[in-house]
């Protein structure tokens, strides 16, 4: 067996070209730096996601120079919260926007590679200090960017464990202009005990629903997705309501053990840790796709100033940046999972409107 060709230590290493890792290249590459940019995938897929893009992430994407409503996003001005027969509306604080993971991501590596990233093709399996081992050869560098995002490398996995995870689950449904009326420009949340849907248009007319919900509530369902879907819509009245219009047997993708809450508090000079692999903030905040870019831009700007050795200060700077929002979602969310939590949170915010847009205000990330 010959052994993997290596790579000399020159350009910075980015691991994942998804939004956080786009985001760093994008910045490195303006900066002159000729980032190598690594994706398992030649072509950019639909990653599971809710596909709803808050003010924040509109904004933090413009500063890279690519406007969503450009890419045909659907505008989201308000939410809707559901528990059981309770129902709640609320303006949101800005507007945010919907838009297939496809149509941003694909916008996000153009940009990344027009900026001068160069884009490679290749799994990476293992990482070491100095070197990102992956299935076609070794990267070495100083400054590696780990923005492999839900999934973790050999040599830098996150912890898991916890009791009874988060598992994310997606379907879509086809354009109907009945559904179009129904959902308009809102982001509607539908509350279960043990998880959520969201739901929104996107870019194409076609209606994202993405549910994180608790292993044990597929587990009850018979580990079906179909029959998860049944006893929700026996749950909730306007879930089936949206539900009748996906087709008989609906694809429906899933992803497994999602650590939400988890923030890197730290790392080793030359490994930046970036998007997911940085902080996950629970779903229902729709905040990731803004944590990922945020992320990705400021460990590039700091990488500028101080090269691989900036890496520990950046991680522990950007730690505290994602604290308040990534607790104050884990709260919201553990509420609206409880019944009695789900029911509380509609109340509040058809009640106290101004509660409802400080708590979706909080759990941003700081500009
Ligand atoms: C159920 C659910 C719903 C969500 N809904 C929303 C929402 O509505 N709005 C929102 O803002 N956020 C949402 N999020 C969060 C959001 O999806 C993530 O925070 C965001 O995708 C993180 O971006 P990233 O770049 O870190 O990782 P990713 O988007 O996961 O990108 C990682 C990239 O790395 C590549 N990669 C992975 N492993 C390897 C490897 N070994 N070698 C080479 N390449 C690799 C992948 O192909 C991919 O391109 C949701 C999350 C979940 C679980």
């Known amino acids: 067996m010959t052994a993997p060709a290596t790579m000399p230590a020159t350009a ?88 297939s993971r496809r149509g941003f991501d694909s916008a996000l590596r153009r940009t990344a590679v ?43 996995t996150r912890p898991r464990g916890a009791r009874d995870p988060a598992l994310g689950l997606r379907l879509r449904i086809a354009p109907d202009p009945q559904l179009t009326a129904l959902i308009g420009e809102t982001i ?53 309501a949206r539900l009748q219009f996906a087709p008989a047997n609906p ?11 988890w923030i890197a508090q730290d790392t080793a000079p030359g490994l930046f840790r970036l998007g997911d692999q940085a902080a996950v903030i629970p779903s229902l905040a729709g905040e990731g796709m803004s944590i990922a870019i945020a992320s990705g831009m400021a460990a590039a700007q700091a990488w500028q100033q101080g090269g691989g050795g900036a890496a520990p200060a950046y991680q522990q700077t950007f730690a505290r940046r994602a604290r308040r929002p990534v607790r104050v979602a884990e709260a919201i969310w553990q509420l609206a999972e409880r019944e009695l939590g789900g029911h509380a949170l509609t109340q509040i ?11 979706m205000r909080l759990s941003r990330i700081a500009a």
């Open 251 to 261: 694809r429906v993708d899933t992803i497994a053990a999602v650590p939400y809450g």
């Open 349 to 359: 915010a058809r009640s106290v409107a101004p509660a409802a847009r400080l708590a």
């Open 188 to 240: 509607e949340l539908h509350l279960f005990a043990g998880g959520y849907a969201g739901i929104v248009l996107q870019e194409d007319g076609s209606a994202n629903i993405c549910l994180a919900l608790r292993k044990s509530l597929l587990a009850r369902a018979g580990n079906d997705p179909a029959q998860l879907l049944d006893l929700l819509a026996g749950e909730s009245e306007s879930f089936a």
């Open 114 to 156: 027009a900026a001068g990233a160069r884009l490679e093709v290749d799994t990476i399996r293992a990482l070491a200090p100095g070197c990102a081992s992956g299935e076609s050869r070794e990267y070495r560098s100083d400054s590696l960017f780990l923005a492999s995002g839900k999934h973790d490398l050999r040599g830098a």
């Open 12 to 99: 910075p290493v980015v691991l994942g070209a998804g939004p956080a890792g786009c985001a760093a290249a994008i910045v490195l590459a303006r900066s002159g730096a000729e980032p190598l940019l690594i994706d398992r995938d030649a072509e950019v897929g639909d990653a599971l996601c809710g596909g709803f893009m808050s003010w924040r992430t509109a904004a933090t994407t413009r500063k890279l120079g690519i406007d969503l409503e450009q890419l045909g996003a659907q505008r989201v001005t308000a939410l809707r919260l559901f528990a059981g027969r309770r129902f709640a509306q609320s303006a949101l604080p800005e507007p945010a926007y919907g838009l």
